[in-house]
């Protein structure tokens, strides 16, 4: 199953990403967790102290790599012929990073081209690897990503079994996300779910839901504002930090029960 977590910055994706992976894990799915984002801290919240993870290089920036495998020579200015399809079978194995006997975390980096539309070699490495992941018989691959699905784009966006949008319990946060989860119906991802995080008020959700979402065709879900998660990461710690009795981790349980039943 290949999930995909989006949703505007700040409103809890790679909370909710590393909450997942773990709790996937932990229930006997072999997992692997992705980074896209351009700030990457999924790591951070996989339980890599701020130092530790300050020091990955994400394969979208790693032009070492990429000159190494699609033939580009870095120093010469980048060539206008590469390898598009670079060897990446094996760098999970090179630069995955095991949390646990289940879980490994590959940072990525941002795919997004930049803007002058040059692709580099760094960035088609990396988009080679997702190409690869994706279309792979992993178990379970669960990218955090930056916004929405278009910058997987077509091709790469409809290998995912499911997006799930993060967003707040506001009336704008939620529009938003009906946003980004219209695009993830147009790049044709077959489940969507929106999953309301920081929720004080469960009551006021459903009403609020239904604000924006006139047709309930797109189930959602629920998680707690959860003091806990703040002073985990404030102890630089990650999600394994908090504990298992805490609203969150209660939460994530019926949430995985829900998408995996
Ligand atoms: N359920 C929650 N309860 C309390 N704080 C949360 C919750 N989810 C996320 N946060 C906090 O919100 C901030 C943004 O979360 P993060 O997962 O980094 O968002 P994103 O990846 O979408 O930018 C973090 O400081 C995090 O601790
Ligand atoms: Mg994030």
Redesign the pocket.
């Known amino acids: 199953m290949k999930i995909l977590v989006a949703?505007?910055?700040?409103?809890?994706?790679?909370?909710?990403?590393?909450l997942l992976a773990y709790e996937l894990s932990k229930k006997g799915y072999k997992v692997l967790a992705l980074d896209t984002?351009s700030v990457p801290?999924l790591a951070q919240?996989l339980g890599l102290s701020f130092e530790e993870a300050s020091r990955i290089v994400p394969l979208s920036r790693n032009d070492e790599l990429a000159a190494e495998r699609t033939g580009a020579k870095p120093g010469e200015g980048w060539g206008v012929f590469f390898s598009l399809t670079p060897k990446v079978d094996d760098l999970v194995e090179k630069y995955g990073i095991r949390l646990n006997s289940n879980l490994t975390l590959v940072v990525v980096g941002s795919i997004e081209q930049s803007k002058e539309g040059c692709l580099c070699p760094a960035i088609a490495l990396a988009k080679a690897f997702l190409r690869h992941v994706l279309l792979e018989e992993n178990e379970i691959v669960l990218v955090?990503s930056e916004a929405g699905a278009e910058v997987f784009g077509r091709g790469l966006a409809e290998k995912f079994d499911i997006m799930l949008c993060?967003a707040e319990p506001t009336l704008k946060s939620l529009q938003i996300a009906k946003k980004l989860l219209e695009m993830g119906k147009e790049l044709e991802i077959d489940n969507l779910g929106l999953i309301v995080?920081?929720?004080r008020n469960k009551e006021a959700v459903p009403r609020l839901y239904s604000q924006v979402f006139s047709n309930a065709e797109i189930p959602f879900y629920m998680?707690?504002?959860?003091?806990s998660?703040?002073e985990a990461?404030n102890l630089d710690k990650g999600v394994e930090a908090v504990p298992e009795a805490s609203p969150?981790k209660r939460d994530i349980k019926k949430l995985v029960e829900n998408l995996f039943s």
Request: charged letters at 30%; proline letters at 0%.
């Open positions: 949703g505007k910055g700040g409103v809890g994706k790679t909370t909710t990403s590393a984002d801290n919240s955090d993060v995080n920081k929720v998680l707690s504002f959860d003091e998660i703040i990461e969150i």
